[in-house]
């Protein structure tokens, strides 16, 4: 069935280090790719999306990179600061319809001041 | 952007009773809703999607009896928990897509402990 796997499963950075969370999908359908930071307790937060037909997207220190070929994305993070402190997900979209979403395991990011 | 609220924000209730989360799209038409479970320190699983006026599709190993959802309005999804057991306790969150992007709107979550 479809699948997205994340990695790592826990991130501890200095801050203003740079971050990395990658992902892979298994459906070749999926056209699109939402990153969410989620603080505890509290809703999933869109962070920046990446659609199929673009191989990269900025948004400040926030910027991810998409390899249809390979059906692998990532997250880059740069400056990080200790508010960045968070679970990350990452999903892609399912070929089942109805814009549904398919979650990676999620990512804890620390940043150590 | 669109917003999504959810009530109650928590909830505590006895084994063996029912609980009804409400999920309302404030300033758009929600045609369908998404319904997720998580728990500590795990992903978002999808439970169902529902759909206004039909009824709502369940993921695989989700019992429909257990979990019954109604969307009988555009702005309004409804999950109801029968029969709740300890081991359902979890925090629920309900999330709609936008009238003409994909990207999803969730709703603040309703974290459901049942002693």
């Known amino acids: 069935g479809e699948n997205v796997e994340q990695h790592p499963s826990t991130l501890s950075v200095q801050e203003g280090d740079s971050a990395v969370i990658k992902c892979t999908y298994s459906?070749?359908?999926?056209?699109?790719f939402p990153w969410y930071k989620q603080e505890l307790g509290k809703r999933p937060q869109l962070i920046i999306d990446?659609?199929?037909?673009?191989g990269e997207k900025k948004d400040q220190r926030i910027a991810v990179t998409l390899n249809k070929t390979a059906k692998h994305f990532s997250l880059h993070i740069t400056e990080t600061q200790p508010e960045d402190s968070a679970v990350y997900f990452c999903?892609?979209?399912?070929?089942?319809?109805?814009?549904?979403?398919?979650f990676g395991a999620g990512t804890r990011l620390a940043v150590h001041p | 952007g669109a917003v999504v609220s959810q009530h109650p924000s928590w909830v505590i209730c006895k084994s063996g009773t029912s609980v009804k989360i409400e999920c309302r799209s404030l300033d758009f038409q929600a045609t369908t809703m998404f319904w997720y479970r998580q728990f500590p320190k795990q992903s978002l699983m999808l439970m169902a999607t529902?759909?206004?006026?039909?009824?709502?599709?369940?993921e695989q190993g989700v019992e429909k009896d257990k979990f019954l959802i109604n969307h009988a309005s555009l702005t309004l999804s409804t999950l109801t928990v029968t029969s709740a057991h300890p081991e359902d306790s979890s925090f629920y969150i309900c999330?709609?897509?936008?009238?003409?992007?994909?990207?999803?709107?969730f709703g603040p979550g309703t974290r459901l402990t049942v002693l």
């Open positions: 990446i659609r199929s037909n673009v």
């Open positions: 999903a892609a979209s399912s070929s089942g319809g109805y814009n549904k979403l398919i």
């Open positions: 999330s709609s897509p936008g009238q003409i992007t994909d990207t999803q709107y």
């Open positions: 459906d070749s359908a999926s056209n699109y």
């Open positions: 529902s759909n206004e006026g039909s009824k709502a599709t369940y």
